[in-house]
């Protein structure tokens, strides 16, 4: 396995050892649970703003984690023997990101049809929203290590966490949520953002990890 490899790798046994394949789907499913309740079983209603619903679920979701992604390597010291091995900090960030990704969004991806179910949701509408957030959770991923790099070794760190990612993940909220209605660009805008999140945040957080172990 090659280094990079071997680096998402051991992201991947990490986010399954600390239940990142279980608690967000768990949450995931617990907000399309809940969110009945709390406006009404009407079936139009439900249709109309599932899609918000889903993405802020899943939002949430990738922001779960976040406290273990970066902070327990800084505090460790592996991030300083990693640079010592000769990796670039952005390379070691985007490895995390893989990492994260498949962490969650895979099975993320499979409890969207279950969501899109309990909220009522046309055939149509639930593979709109399973594309959509095929497209979006990268960067959702992306934005999650960047946060967790910038917020790494804060005291409350996943309160500050929260404050940093959610302004920037309301790009991808409204293009995904709109992706599932009749806006035609808003798949192209919501790749658009997400790309553009998969490329600058390896740069980013591996700023911040640089910073960190200064």
């Known amino acids: 396995m090659s280094g990079f490899g071997a680096l998402i790798a051991r992201e991947l046994r990490r986010a399954w050892a600390a239940g990142g394949l279980t608690l967000p ?4 499913l617990l907000v399309a649970i809940l969110f009945p309740f709390a406006v009404g079983p009407e079936p139009k209603l439900l249709a109309r703003i599932g899609g918000g619903v889903i993405w802020a679920a899943a939002l949430l979701a990738a922001l779960l984690p976040v406290e273990r992604l970066v ?94 990612m959610l302004p920037f993940a309301v790009p991808l909220l409204i293009f995904g949520a709109g992706a599932m209605g009749t806006d035609p660009s808003a798949m192209k805008l919501l790749g658009a953002v997400s790309l ?19």
């Open 71 to 164: 902070a327990p390597d800084l505090e460790s010291g592996v991030l300083d023997q990693l640079s010592v091995r000769g990796w670039n900090d952005a390379s070691v960030a985007a490895a995390k990101i893989v990492g994260h990704w498949l962490g969650f969004a895979p099975a993320l991806l499979l409890a969207c049809a279950v969501a899109s179910g309990l909220l009522g949701l046309s055939l149509e509408q639930a593979l709109a929203a399973g594309l959509s957030l095929l497209i979006g959770t990268p960067g959702l991923a992306a934005l999650g290590v960047a946060t967790a790099a910038l917020t790494a070794g804060l005291r409350g760190a996943g309160a500050v966490a929260g404050l940093v």
């Open 196 to 214: 553009l999140l998969v490329a600058g945040c390896p740069f980013v957080a591996g700023a911040a990890m640089r910073m960190g172990r200064g």
């Open 25 to 28: 789907v768990a949450f995931f």
